[in-house]
């Protein structure tokens, strides 16, 4: 099987695998304790905040380990919404949010908050323009913001640093879920002051299950999660060793690639080149100079894109149809929406995700069996092909 879904989530590299096992086996004592193995364990996961706070240029107080990208997010934005209150707190995100920034804002908007969502040009990127004027007319009664850093489905970078800038010149907090980011191209919060960011480590080849929240030192927090006061008292929960361990290993393993500048942007280029060289009536989607360098979103005129999936297993390819979460749905997703595609061009995209681990050669067999893929389905369907090969911008 050739996987090309790292956008949904990446395997395990090995020497995270082997820098978690003895957490599993006989380093299990619970971290709070007194005694010597519990000691070890601690240590461990100090030494993993370090790690995780070297990715993203933090100080390793400033790193909270939670659950997962899902928790992480919910915890910052169900503490800002506490913060602000709704009689005035306004909330400002984007028209292209991952469902797990997407539904706690909807809960807001359910119980009255007043809630602005910037839309995005036909590359898939914030407009700005729009971002301000809902930061502007937030400016009096406060409220926050939660811009992503870049999309799932798309891999569209997103302006984070001008949405920043602009968000706190309106006095507002700033959250970006950068799950999609970090370990992928340089994220610093050094350069880039936002208050809240969520990471996940699933995402850059560490284990599912286990995020962080960073939390700008200085900030007002109160936890979503509450017990026996873990992590400052910022994420209650008896930690899970192993997986912060491999998150710090993960972390460890992704800033030196980022460091060699070592990235799958040439494995996608070759795919992309090959598919689009090949087969005609190929759409590739979103900004162009503004993408991870392991996402490839294409479009296939007059093919749906849920019989390319099955025949695309059948060759031993492994993508997705927009996001993970929309596989299966065939209403175009959110982000197409908001980026314009009609509903037929929604309906012939397919998701491609890159990773350190995959190859070249895995990268050209993947074209072949889409140009295979492509073909047979048009040749059972007799639709059209498409006359040409189009980029958007
Ligand atoms: C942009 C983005 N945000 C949030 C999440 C959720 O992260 P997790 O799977 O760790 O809960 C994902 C994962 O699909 C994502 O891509």
Same mark, same amino acid.
């Given at each position: 099987m050739i996987y090309l879904d790292a956008n949904a989530t990446t395997p395990l590299l090995p020497e995270v695998l082997d820098a978690m096992l003895p957490w599993l086996r006989e380093?299990?004592? !619970?971290? $709070?304790? $007194?005694y010597g193995g519990a000691k070890e364990a601690r240590r461990a996961i100090g030494e993993a905040r370090e790690k995780v706070a070297a990715l993203v240029g933090a100080?390793?107080?400033e790193i909270v380990f939670t659950g997962g990208g899902t928790e992480s997010t919910n915890m910052a934005l169900k503490w800002l919404a506490r913060l602000v209150g709704r009689k005035t707190g306004k909330v400002v995100t984007s028209a292209i949010e991952h469902s797990s920034v997407l539904r706690p804002i909807e809960t807001f908007a359910d119980v009255g908050y007043p809630v602005a969502r910037a839309g995005v040009d036909g590359g898939g990127r914030l407009r700005m323009e729009e971002f301000q004027a809902a930061c502007e007319a937030a400016r009096e009664g406060g409220g926050f913001t939660s811009v992503m850093?870049? !999309? !799932?489905?798309?891999?569209v970078i997103q302006p984070v640093a001008e949405a920043c800038a602009i968000a706190k010149e309106c006095g507002l907090a700033f959250h970006t879920d950068a799950i999609q980011a970090v370990g992928k191209i340089p994220v610093n919060v050094r350069e880039l002051p936002v208050d809240f960011l969520s990471l996940s480590a699933h995402k850059f080849h560490g284990p599912k299950g286990v995020g962080v929240l960073y939390i700008r030192s200085g900030c007002r927090f109160e936890p979503m999660v509450r017990g026996g006061g873990q992590e400052q008292d910022r994420r209650s929960g008896t930690e899970n060793t192993a997986g912060i361990v491999g998150l710090g290993k993960a972390a460890e393993l992704a800033l030196a690639r980022l460091a060699a500048k070592e990235h799958p942007g040439a494995v996608r280029a070759a795919f992309e080149a090959k598919v689009v060289g090949e087969v005609e009536g190929v759409t590739v989607n979103g900004d162009l100079l503004h993408r991870l360098p392991g996402t490839s979103h294409l479009s296939f005129g007059g093919c749906e894109a849920a019989g390319l999936l099955i025949l695309l297993d059948d060759l031993g390819v492994a993508c997705s149809a927009g996001s993970a979460c929309m596989t299966g749905k065939q209403q175009p997703s959110h982000v197409q929406k908001a980026m314009g595609f009609s509903d037929a061009k929604a309906k012939s995209s397919l998701r491609f995700g890159f990773s350190c681990l995959t190859t070249m050669d895995e990268a050209l067999a993947a074209a072949e069996a889409v140009k295979k893929a492509v073909a047979k389905l048009r040749r059972v369907q007799g639709g059209s092909t498409g006359p040409v090969v189009v980029y958007s911008a």
């Open positions: 380093g299990f004592h !619970n971290p $709070s304790a $007194s100080d390793p107080d850093w870049a !999309n !799932n489905e798309t891999g």
